[in-house]
DNA sequence: CCTATATAGGACTAGTTTAGTACTAGATTG
DNA sequence: CAATCTAGTACTAAACTAGTCCTATATAGG
């Protein structure tokens, strides 16, 4: 069903609120009721961001999270990542591709284009835009630039 | 990960087959051969793609798969959904959606734009790119505009 | 009419992945 | 030194996937 897991989607969720709050260090308990997810569950993906660089942490009393780069620096493409590691669309585009039938079908390298191809799609979307930051509602230049296939339309 | 399902990935290899072999009646054994897959796979897959109308079977003796229709007409977001149903990348993508957080977070919506835009991209690629029988190497003209970038590139 | 060859459909099982929870350890403040 | 945080790991339950198997039905040909 090309689906994210649950996880990146909460690890989105909370990305968001923390961008909402630059300036502030949240507790994984106060990012769990803002967020109204359960508190282990938030305190588990919020790890993995900060074990992927995506936020830093403050140990101990008065602790928290906090982003660790501006939200315009921080990519759907990156988020994905952290939580799930990097993307393969299909099996043979994974790192040791040992397709039996590579050879014959083709198939394959299309896929892999089509891989990339979202992928880079994916690091052009910012956080800003995924938390609907940006003053202006969410734009995916790229992607939008695409489906209208060249057709100039306004607002 | 963002990955589509082994199934699908089996379905892209044999309507390929099918594609390469327009005028044949290719049985679900002849079509296993090939693909070097096993033979109860290929059947039920097979039987997923004839339920969603991307292939026409004959019954009985002599019996066999054919594409329902010219490879040009069949795109890969048909494929998708045959084996996999409508992809939503959230949850709260689907039809009754009934996320608790949807009021405050707004990632949801963004999600869902990222969402239709791949979707779209996906309904520009036929099978012909697919199963790599447009003489010349695949093209997704759609994507490959979004990730120039509007850049002019020649090749 | 009977048999061999195909597809159609569904049920079933094993394996893998995901989601969620719990527990232990270490850091910081006051 | 006690309270409040995060860090890391391990574990369990549930969901999904992949693959196989069994039964029914349609067709061609002897
Ligand atoms: S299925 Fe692996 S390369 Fe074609
Ligand atoms: S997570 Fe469902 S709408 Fe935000």
Redesign the interface.
């Known amino acids: ?4 897991s ?1 996880m990146t ?1 909460y690890a ?2 909370l990305l ?1 609120r923390l961008a909402a709050a630059p300036d502030r260090q949240l507790t994984a308990t106060q990012l769990a009721a ?4 359960a508190a282990p569950t938030v305190s588990k993906v919020l790890k993995q961001l900060h074990r992927r660089g995506l936020v830093s942490s403050t140990l101990g009393l008065r602790g928290g999270y906090r982003l660790a780069r501006p939200a315009a620096e921080i990519t ?1 493409a990156q988020i ?1 990542d952290a939580l ?9 585009a994974r790192a040791t591709h040992q397709c ?2 590579e050879s ?4 394959g ?3 892999q ?2 891989n990339l ?2 992928r ?3 690091q052009e ?1 910012t956080l800003v ?4 930051l940006g003053g202006e509602p ?1 734009r ?8 209208r ?2 057709r100039a339309e306004r607002t």
């Open positions: 069903m090309l689906r994210i649950k989607d989105t969720v968001a803002q967020s109204h997810l759907a994905l799930e590691g990097p993307m393969a669309l299909i099996e043979c039996s039938i014959t079908c083709g198939v390298r299309a896929w284009r089509v191809a979202i880079r799609s994916l979307i835009e995924l938390a609907g969410v995916f230049a790229a992607l939008e630039r695409a489906l296939g060249g």
